[in-house]
């Protein structure tokens, strides 16, 4: 009990794991959604945000949240792989149409690797999530001027982020893309060029790798490591994020954790997967940050997330007499509960639940 309703004050368990390193443009995408903003003439209401993990360039798509996959499929051929080509591998949330089985299928088909991240940890694509950060605040800004016409204003902030400043690339990502700052024509024919462009390579591959373990090392200094074997009992946090409750749990006194849970494997450095009641439908992946150790697994867990409590000695007996019949009562301790603790019950109830009990 004290492990599902203490509060944890201890680090994030789970050293961070960053993604590879990519080898080169537009092979390794980020993709991610902002919703719920004001509908515009056209119909818009969200955003869909494309990321190059090498270079940063982001595209910013103004899309309907009632478009079905094959709308958003179409959009994706025209707006990506007709300018960059068909990427190795897709980093996303579990967004519906991520895992959609004709996405899925789509991908399949271009030999395009789908990566998605655990259940409530959005550290997993943590560089789109800031990208969407920085896009919010210039909409904020141009909705001042705009009001809802902000995919009016799409096209310059696409411009504006892809020709900023980044400090792991040391370059914007315009300059990354085409080897050569904005407004500066290009000319291929021209052999330095092309040495001069795989040197630029070889230079921001560099530097993402030192921006990438400078993060690292930041980040572990407030993290702790935590490691689970197969077949180990853990809780789970009912709460993985500020306002959101799962497993049906909520109110102000309600339990921090669930459980114990069995975990069945690991999926990775920082990921388990764990058998959960058939009822409970969520995706059986989960961060070791959303985890805590069950230290001992008392009785079996029922559907409901709850124990069902079991005699376990009986320790005094004394009877009853009424006009009719004579009713016998025994003090009995019960699991989990010390001797202090002991109830009365009546002896019908405990044979009738308890067969073969004897005092």
């Not at 270079?55 to 079905?68: Q, S």
Request: hydrophobic share 35%; charged share 25%.
């Amino acid at each position: 009990m004290c492990q599902r309703v203490k509060a944890d004050h201890l680090k994030p368990a789970g050293m961070l794991q960053p993604l590879a390193v990519p080898a080169w443009k537009w092979e390794d995408i980020h993709m991610d959604f902002i919703v719920g903003l004001p509908r515009t003439s056209k119909g818009y209401d969200s955003i869909w945000v494309i990321i190059d993990r090498f270079t940063k360039l982001a595209h910013f798509i103004p899309v309907k949240t009632i478009y079905h996959a094959k709308t958003y499929a179409e959009i994706y051929i025209a707006r990506i792989v007709s300018l960059h080509g068909v990427p190795r591998t897709i980093t996303s949330d579990r967004g519906s149409l991520f895992v959609s089985r004709f996405w899925e299928q789509l991908q399949i088909a271009l030999d395009t690797n789908l990566i998605h991240s655990s259940a409530y940890h959005p550290q997993t694509s943590g560089q789109v999530e800031r990208v969407n950060q920085i896009l919010e605040d210039m909409l904020r800004a141009c909705a001042l001027t705009y009001s809802t016409k902000w995919d009016e204003c799409l096209p310059l902030a696409e411009f504006a982020y892809n020709n900023s400043y980044q400090k792991s690339l040391d370059m914007a990502p315009f300059e990354d893309l085409y080897g050569r700052r904005c407004r500066t024509p290009l000319n291929w024919s021209e052999p330095d060029l092309v040495t001069q462009a795989e040197e630029q390579v070889k230079f921001i591959h560099d530097n993402l790798k030192r921006a990438q373990s400078r993060q690292k090392s930041y980040s572990d200094k407030r993290r702790r490591p935590l490691v689970f074997e197969k077949d180990d009992h853990v809780y789970h946090r009912v709460s993985p994020m500020k306002g959101v409750h799962r497993f049906g749990v909520k109110g102000k006194l309600a339990p921090r954790y669930v459980g114990p849970f069995k975990i069945t494997e690991q999926c990775g450095p920082v990921a388990y997967r764990l058998e959960l009641p058939s009822h409970l439908a969520v995706h059986d992946v989960f961060h070791v940050s959303q985890l805590k150790k069950c230290l001992r697994v008392l009785e079996e867990i029922q559907p409901n997330l709850t124990y069902e409590e079991k005699p376990i000695k009986i320790l005094d007996q004394k009877q009853r007499s009424t006009r009719r019949r004579t009713i016998n009562f025994y003090k009995v301790q019960w699991s989990n509960h010390s001797e202090e603790e002991a109830t009365w019950e009546q002896e019908e109830f405990l044979q009738a639940k308890y067969p073969g009990l004897q005092p």
